[in-house]
């Protein structure tokens, strides 16, 4: 599912990614660059947003930033994994939140194709680990996802499309 963001959407998520930036900076957390320099962390955090903005007006819902919390969902109740790589695969860890997993891959920071996506159980199995990559995870490949139209509504998204 391609989705090409306007200007105000681009905007928003620009927008997003550095009041999360500037939150880890300031609560001296844990940065989500995986083991690159500290200023990677806005494009690492840029990354992420530009991915869960897509997913957003796909399902077309809010999206803004709510601070930092380890329990909450990226989106409306669903997990989203961004990559600027085409062929990139959905990766995953063993202390990732049990949930639904969407692949978002970014061909232009307003152009966004929302792949499919899979549940934790599907995309943690051994077969999929990868000891290749920088930091080993499980990595399931864009043929293994289900198509974004079978997506199921999570209770998060359905009181949002209902309020």
């Known amino acids: 599912m391609r989705i090409e963001l306007t200007r105000l959407q681009l905007a928003n998520a620009y927008k997003v990614a550095k009041l999360k930036t500037d939150d880890c900076i300031n609560?001296?957390?844990?940065?989500?660059?995986?083991?690159?320099?500290v200023t990677n962390s806005y494009a690492t955090n840029l990354q992420g947003c530009l991915g869960e903005q897509a997913l957003a007006v796909y399902l077309g819902v809010d999206y803004h930033h709510t601070g930092y919390d380890p329990a909450a969902n990226d989106v409306a109740g669903y997990e989203v994994r961004a990559t600027r790589h085409q062929t990139g695969r959905l990766l995953t860890h063993d202390h990732d939140k049990n949930g639904l997993y969407v692949l978002a891959i970014i061909e232009l920071d307003s152009?966004?194709?929302?792949?499919?996506w899979s549940n934790l159980k599907r995309c943690n199995i051994p077969s999929r680990w990868d000891l290749t990559l920088p930091k080993p995870c499980y990595a399931m490949r864009q043929a293994d996802l289900w198509p974004m139209d079978m997506l199921p509504a999570?209770?998060?998204y359905q009181c949002a499309i209902n309020n």
Not at 111 to 116: A, D, F, K, T
């Open 111 to 116: 152009v966004i194709n929302l792949v499919g």
């Open 27 to 37: 609560k001296n957390q844990r940065h989500r660059d995986y083991g690159r320099k």
């Open 154 to 156: 999570t209770v998060l």
